[in-house]
């Protein structure tokens, strides 16, 4: 995943990672956007 997004290094990833669940346990209106954006890309898988 690092590869993909500019050659990150894998802690970078993970970093994010931790960032993005911390803000959902904290944030409801983040994790509606979240939500949907989920909803807009599995959509899109099909």
Same mark, same amino acid.
């Given at each position: ?12 990833? /993970? ?7 911390? $803000? ?11 939500? /949907?954006?989920? $909803?807009? /890309? ?5």
């Amino acid at each position: 995943m690092g590869n993909y997004f500019g050659n990150k290094k894998h802690t970078t990833v /993970i970093f994010a990672i931790k960032k993005i669940n911390e $803000e959902l346990k904290k944030d409801d209106q983040f994790k509606s956007f979240l939500d /949907i954006l989920m $909803e807009k /890309i599995k959509k899109a898988k099909k």
